[in-house]
């Protein structure tokens, strides 16, 4: 397909779109973008900065991506964003690029993030997050594969989301939510394992049956989070790759683990 570019869009000198890039009516595209192969940018969608966006990405009207940060130790330089294949990003999304000179935001595979939803300086996405409307990750938030994220849902800076974490509306994140749980509330707290998403992606009886030895270990036995790490070591499926997984995830944690209660 030949690249679209409505006559009222904007694309600065120095802009590098593929051949077959849409850019709709009153679109912006800045001097520093790359945008890649198949992507579709809707009338009054933004890329701005020092941005590089994948193939087949879709913005929609008045998102912004690649945006100024927030953050006020910003010192001038060229930070920017780097987002990959498959992304979409609804009306009024906003994703800022890093902060610091040389650094960059990033944002992998296949996420949606959805209307009114932000992605603050220097996060971490990996591949498939859904953020519903209204969602929040602060800066430096790291994400991995196949969270999932409820209506409303803000979540503090520095926090990691491990794999497969579902975190419910309107909750409130200040420490780290492990993979394969669920966490809702105000603060957040866990509730239990994210059995649903865990079959929708193929976990088999055993993998789940893994998942549920974590969860009791470090939530429900009453063992302070150094004893439950301790215990999951010496359990008889530590080497599977949930247990390995899980405190992998832990070994890397700064802010501590939501609590059960």
């Not at 610091?100 to 591949?127: K, M, Q």
């Not at 247990?243 to 059960?260: M, P, T, V, W, Y």
């Amino acid at each position: 397909m030949a690249q679209q570019i409505h006559p009222t869009a904007i694309i600065e000198p120095g802009a590098t779109l593929a051949e077959d890039v849409f850019v709709g009516a009153y679109a912006y595209v800045g001097a520093k973008a790359v945008v890649g192969s198949g992507t579709v940018i809707h009338h009054h969608g933004n890329v701005e900065g020092r941005t590089t966006i994948g193939r087949q990405c879709e913005i929609f009207p008045f998102a912004c991506v690649g945006t100024k940060t927030h953050d006020l130790k910003f010192k001038g330089g060229e930070p920017g964003l780097i987002v990959g294949d498959r992304n979409v990003f609804r009306e009024y999304v906003s994703v800022h690029g890093a902060t610091n000179d040389a650094e960059f935001t990033r944002i992998g595979n296949d996420n949606v993030l959805l209307a009114y939803s932000h992605i603050a300086h220097d996060c971490v996405v990996g591949n498939f997050l859904v953020m519903s409307a209204q969602t929040a990750l602060a800066g430096h938030v790291l994400v991995e594969d196949y969270v999932n994220i409820g209506w409303g849902t803000g979540v503090h800076q520095f926090c990691r989301l491990g794999c497969h974490a579902m975190l419910g509306a309107m909750s409130k994140i200040v420490q780290d939510v492990p993979p394969y749980v669920i966490a809702d509330g105000n603060p957040a707290i866990a509730r239990s394992i994210n059995k649903v998403g865990l079959e929708r992606h193929g976990f088999s009886v055993a993998q789940l049956e893994a998942v549920k030895q974590v969860f009791r270990m470090v939530f429900r036995t009453g063992h302070n989070r150094t004893q439950a790490l301790e215990k999951l070591r010496e359990h008889v499926l530590s080497s599977t790759p949930e247990f390995k997984h899980f405190l992998a995830f832990a070994d890397k944690s700064e802010r501590g683990f939501i609590s059960s209660k």
